[in-house]
């Protein structure tokens, strides 16, 4: 039975990212964002367990990269395909007239065309045992669910306005895009053990997320993953 444990966390996530497709399509961000979460969040421990209980498996690895493209493929690929609609023509009925204006929401699909292709790689990528190599799919999907996120709680104008510019949408999905696929080493939050002096940047970007979280809230979302990844650029830059 024990066996079964891991895979069941991992369709676990399947549901939810399913669920946050369907509110996706529907215009509910809001809860399409919780249901993201809920997904990585059995994502995160659908491993754990496997690892626990010592059951890790192909089957299991297979399951998790195909769950996975739904809630951090599929879903972020929609919420952007809408955010860049909804800029140009301020409701769902831009897909009804097909001419050149109405083809760019779908620079959003690139996400979830960018997330397959790096799962793909992740599934025959022995080097990504213990760390990153390129941005994983989960924190794209992290990054792109906040985006409405922000413009639903956030009064700073200045966020807003960026966030409804097409121009910044398309930069990020392509920057987005690149930073899955491309050759970049990112540390893993996995602990060997918990000596300061080997995890430092580990422990110092728990420490900072903390603090954007409880002081920017949704704001804080992108933040983390831009610090995320320069604290990966800065640590490789050290070690060569």
């Known amino acids: 039975?024990?066996?079964h444990i891991p895979n069941l966390l991992t369709l676990g996530n399947l549901f939810c990212g399913t669920i946050a497709t369907i509110l996706a399509v529907?215009?509910?961000f809001v809860f399409a964002g919780l249901f993201v979460v809920l997904g990585i969040f059995f994502d995160f421990f659908d491993g754990f367990a496997a690892r626990l209980l010592n059951v890790s498996g192909e089957l299991g690895k297979q399951l998790d990269s195909l769950a996975?493209?739904?809630t951090s493929g599929?879903?972020?690929g929609i919420i952007m395909f809408k955010l860049i609609g909804d800029k140009l023509i301020g409701s769902d009925t831009f897909i009804d007239e097909f001419n050149l204006p109405t083809l760019i929401p779908f620079v959003g699909l690139i996400l979830t065309l960018g997330a397959c292709y790096r799962l793909a790689k992740f599934n025959i990528d022995t080097r990504q045992s213990e760390s990153f190599i390129g941005l994983p799919t989960p924190a794209m999907s992290l990054f792109v669910i906040s985006l409405p996120l922000i413009l639903e709680y956030s009064d700073l104008e200045f966020v807003n306005d960026l966030i409804r510019n097409n121009y910044f949408l398309i930069t990020i999905t392509l920057l987005l895009t690149y930073l899955m696929n491309a050759e970049l080493p990112l540390f893993s939050l996995k602990f060997k053990n918990y000596?300061?002096?080997?995890?430092i940047v580990k422990y110092l970007f728990l420490l900072i997320s903390i603090i954007m979280i409880i002081s920017l809230q949704y704001?804080?979302?992108?933040l983390i993953i831009?610090?995320?990844?320069?604290?990966?650029l800065i640590s490789n830059s050290k070690k060569a």
């Open 1 to 3: 039975m024990k066996k």
């Open 26 to 28: 529907n215009n509910n």
């Open 68 to 70: 996975d493209m739904v």
């Open 74 to 76: 599929v879903v972020p």
């Open 195 to 199: 000596a300061i002096k080997n995890n």
């Open 219 to 222: 704001l804080s979302i992108p």
């Open 226 to 232: 831009t610090i995320y990844v320069l604290l990966s």
